[in-house]
């Protein structure tokens, strides 16, 4: 019976020290990835304040974020974006039995941008774009843990580009002169000719129209008086009456 007892102790001694070895071992260490650095999160775009709003959302929108909070005055705009991955950001490493592993994003992660928008002159914008990755981490023998994980930078340089492709886009409207209707246009174009039509011709018209008129309609009379003789030019006969 001695024996028997000193055995169950001893098995109970390995249980409790296999467990506590996997306790020990089972444990989560941070993320050590420093952030990115500024110029993979800002860049200067050709824009005025106004234009560049315009195209920092328009990126928004394509990428189907949800835009959570936004103030234009102060140039704030809060936006949540779909999962990440761990090519997304470092959520830390696990040491398990089996040796360490990056610890994966679980399917509750969220991923939230954060674009600030900044002039820079009366033609030119600064814009920002800062990304907080979240995600809760299941380690061995642990309850989960949230985890603040750390960008690598790569959807803040992508969206910066579809900014710069957007800011190229975008541009002020253009609004063309309003033409008149078909049937205005005519009825003005009638009414002009038909007041030309009956318009009393000026003095120039009418002396324009005696100087076209034949020389033998204009003067009628003094042709048949002008008939006789002429003496020195002082004075002339009057014509004989015909026979």
Known sequence: MLSRAIGMFRVRLSIFGVVAALFAVGCLYPPVTQPPPDEKQEVVIPLPYDLAWDAVNAVITKNSFHVQAQDMTNGIIEAAGPL????????????????????????????????????????????????????????????????????????????????LVAAKETHRPVFAK?????????????AQSSGLAHRPPSSIEKEAGQSNTPNSMQQPDRANSMHGYSLDGNFQLPAPSPR
Do not use: M, W
């Not at 399917?107 to 009366?122: A, E, H, M």
């Not at 600064?126 to 994980?149: G, I, M, Q, W, Y």
């Open 178 to 190: 309003q033409s008149a209707p078909p049937q205005q246009a005519a009825a003005s174009a009638n």
């Open 84 to 163: 990440f991955t761990l090519q997304d950001a470092d959520c830390g490493k696990i040491k398990g039995v089996a040796g360490s592993y990056a610890a994966d994003p679980e399917p509750d992660s969220s991923s939230v941008y954060n674009f600030l928008v900044r002039p820079r002159g009366p033609e030119a914008t600064l814009v920002e774009v800062r990304a907080t990755f979240n995600s809760s981490v299941k380690v061995p023998l642990h309850p989960a843990t949230d985890v603040d994980c750390v960008s690598h930078g790569i959807q803040e340089s992508n969206l910066l580009r579809e900014v």
